[in-house]
């Protein structure tokens, strides 16, 4: 049972945990950083760990106590665990594997020349494990918690440890995917109390042990595909970046207007409902409206007016522009002569159509000869356009190009724009577009909304990010 001392639960915080009364053996191999934390702090919860690593100096720190990094509260753990006999240390990774009945892989992965992931380490522990594998009765489970790209686990460590075992993946042994979001200095609190806990794994059997093993921690686990996990703890770690990129650019450029970066930051941050939340962090189409397009803009003006680089933020508009030239793309595929849009505001439930993204679609479509019609609940042939291209006259090239021939691609019956034609472009997801959507048959679709979670299996059906 875990009896850390009061002064070491209040020095980090810790919430009471909720104890398992089984305590699989646990082996952990490459003993740096994430490895140096899962071994104490696994041993904490009662399991016998033992930690794998070729260097002889991490083998001796780790088998007498002592913390091979310098990490608040870890050497603690460990010389806790060492006196309990919970934690003992060894290069013999195939033993290891033989003696305990989980394997964390925390091997490192560095970058390769090529830019990419070097899978050297990952190979020599898979043998390895594999060698253990072979020698055992009983149900083991790999767990890969390194940072790998999505269908490394599967299908490169996998199909090793299948060659080398002589067994099956899913069926003789487990195999899951269990990224880490430690973060360094604070990485033992962040064990006991996680973001999230986010297992992949392709068999229950796996994901059932895995879980029982956290339930201490987090008894809510998100259970997902070994793919899915491979790929969050990349886009999480993109994310950060992109945070830390985002924030030092509004640094750079307040300090020249004289504006506190800190205070604007501040304010910011208090938005839960917008800045820090889910919204707008669902692949989609391209973003529009009155603001967005024009805020970006006005920015990388100020900037440039203020000799002020911010290569992050003038970069919004490219990566825009490139997700509505996809679209244009995905259509031009099909070989569609005639193409019905679904929606054509920027978003649904208005009738604004200043920068929408779809208008620069029908705009290049109309240009190569391509009939388009178009249904929108709340636009008609009689919406008022001039307010709107006036206000746009700078920044919407697809509306002013639109502006004489869209009264005549609109229809008011969503049937005049379903039936005869060659592709439908779908870009709200309301009930009526959602069902002609996915009744569409062999029509090819190009859905850049997901009107949907379980989208048709047709090929005819695709979008942009799914």
């Not at 207007?257 to 930051?265: E, F, K, R, T």
Request: hydrophobic share 40%.
């Amino acid at each position: 049972m875990f009896d850390s001392p009061p002064t070491f639960a209040q020095e980090i915080a810790i919430p009471p945990l909720r104890m398992v009364d089984e305590k699989p053996a646990i082996s952990v191999v490459g003993l740096g950083y994430v490895g140096a934390v899962s071994t104490a702090c696994l041993s904490s919860l009662g399991h016998p760990v033992i930690g794998v690593d070729i260097d002889p100096d991490k083998v001796a720190c780790i088998g007498n106590g002592r913390s091979p990094i310098h990490e608040k509260s870890l050497e603690h753990l460990l010389q806790k665990g060492v006196t309990r006999g919970l934690v003992t240390a060894t290069d013999d990774l195939e033993q290891a594997v033989v003696e305990t009945d989980v394997t964390f892989v925390s091997v490192g992965t560095p970058t390769a020349a090529d830019g990419g992931c070097d899978h050297s380490y990952i190979d020599a522990a898979a043998r390895a494990i594999g060698a253990g594998l072979k020698r055992k009765q009983d149900f083991h489970v790999v767990v890969m918690r390194c940072s790998i790209p999505p269908g490394v686990t599967m299908g490169y460590m996998a199909p090793i440890l299948e060659e080398v075992s002589g067994l099956r993946a899913g069926v003789d042994f487990g195999v899951c995917f269990n990224p880490e979001f430690l973060r360094e200095g604070v990485a033992v609190e962040d064990f006991y109390a996680p973001p999230k806990t986010v297992i992949g794994a392709n068999d229950d059997r796996s994901a059932r042990i895995l879980s029982r093993i956290y339930e201490a921690v987090d008894d809510a686990p998100i259970i997902t595909s070994v793919e899915t996990a491979e790929m969050v703890k990349y886009v999480d770690n993109v994310w950060h970046a992109t945070k830390v990129c985002f924030a030092n650019e509004v640094g750079r450029l307040c300090k020249p207007l004289g504006v506190d970066s800190h205070d604007v930051m501040d304010v910011f941050v208090q938005d839960t409902k917008l800045n820090l939340s889910p919204y707008y962090l669902k692949p989609g189409f391209a973003y529009g409206g009155s603001c967005l397009p024009k805020e970006v803009r006005a920015v990388a003006h100020i900037a440039a007016a203020q000799g002020v680089d911010v290569p992050l933020i003038n970069s919004l508009g490219a990566s825009n522009t490139s997700h509505i030239d996809t679209t244009i793309g995905m259509v031009r595929q099909t070989g569609a002569k005639k193409v019905g849009v679904l929606g054509l505001a920027f978003k649904p439930g208005t009738d604004d159509l200043r920068e929408s993204p779809i208008l620069e679609v029908i705009a290049a479509l109309n240009a190569e000869g391509v009939e388009v019609v178009i249904h929108d609940p709340v636009i008609t042939p009689d919406t008022p356009l001039a307010g709107q291209l006036a206000y746009v006259r700078h920044g919407s090239p697809g509306l002013q190009a639109l502006a004489k021939d869209l009264p005549g691609m609109m229809r008011a019956e969503l049937d005049d724009v379903t039936q005869d034609v060659e592709a439908l472009i779908v870009t709200h997801a309301n009930p009526a577009y959602r069902a002609a959507a996915l009744n569409a048959g062999d029509t090819p679709v190009i859905d850049v909304v997901r009107v949907a979670q379980t989208l048709p299996p047709s090929p005819a059906y695709s979008g942009i990010g799914w």
